[in-house]
């Protein structure tokens, strides 16, 4: 299993820019998540989805677009791209088979918005 | 609002020392609490997570520790190993996804 993957791992914008932010798992897990990092402020909520067609936000939703079409992929979408988005961006997935909860973290995305 | 509250924010402590690491949290009502070790530029690794149930949890020279009546954990780390050196982060599942801690930066001197 590839567990979460992430893509791009870099990258830069202008303000104004849209892109979007890839995210899969192939754990066939229910849940996934998509939280900000920044300095000083810890991680933070963005979106999350509790299954296919069904999202929910978080602490920080405002200027992200998130949809779940599919069980494995969790795309998070920037609509025009402001410096104050500029952070690392983590997606994670989980399961409630077993009753663990257990999340599991995908590497990260890099994004700085000039 | 559920906040986390990790102390202390940095330590340095010289190799083959016991450590622990607190966490504390504002609200009871959660479902678990999860460990995370992250290195610099890194990604997230689960360490330990334990379930509201739970008092403890362990792996290899790991401890975690749940007291969820008084909102707090403790991550404790056997015979420290300048490989520890990481970012530990502590967070907590409630009604929604985790809430977390700014976490405690550990560097373990040779």
């Known amino acids: 299993n590839a567990g979460v993957t992430q893509t791009p791992k870099f990258q830069v914008l202008k303000t104004g820019q849209s892109m979007t932010l890839q995210c899969a798992q192939d754990?066939?897990?229910?849940?996934m998540s998509w939280y900000r990092q920044d300095p000083g402020m810890g991680l933070r909520l963005i979106h999350y989805s509790v299954g296919a067609g069904i999202t929910d936000q978080g602490e920080v939703p405002n200027g992200y677009n998130v949809s779940r079409s599919t069980t494995e992929d969790f795309p998070l979408r920037l609509l025009s791209a402001a410096p104050s988005q500029t952070s690392v961006y983590f997606c994670?997935?989980?399961?409630?088979?077993?009753?663990?909860?257990?999340?599991?973290f995908g590497p990260g995305t890099r994004l700085t918005v000039t | 609002k559920q906040e986390v509250t990790q102390i202390p924010a940095a330590l340095s402590v010289p190799e083959g020392e016991n450590l622990v690491l607190n966490c504390s949290f504002t609200?009871?009502?959660?479902?678990?609490l999860q460990w995370f070790r992250q290195d610099p530029g890194k990604g997230l690794t689960s360490l330990l997570l334990?379930?509201?149930?739970?008092r403890e949890q362990t792996s290899g020279r790991l401890n975690a520790s749940l007291d969820k009546s008084s909102g707090r954990s403790t991550l404790y780390i056997a015979a420290s190993q300048p490989g520890d050196s990481a970012t530990y982060l502590c967070a907590v599942r409630g009604n929604t996804p985790l809430v977390f801690g700014k976490g405690t930066r550990l560097s373990v001197i040779a």
């Open positions: 334990i379930q509201s149930s739970q």
């Open positions: 994670a997935s989980w399961s409630s088979g077993g009753g663990t909860y257990e999340q599991y």
């Open positions: 754990m066939n897990h229910e849940y």
């Open positions: 609200d009871s009502a959660i479902y678990n």
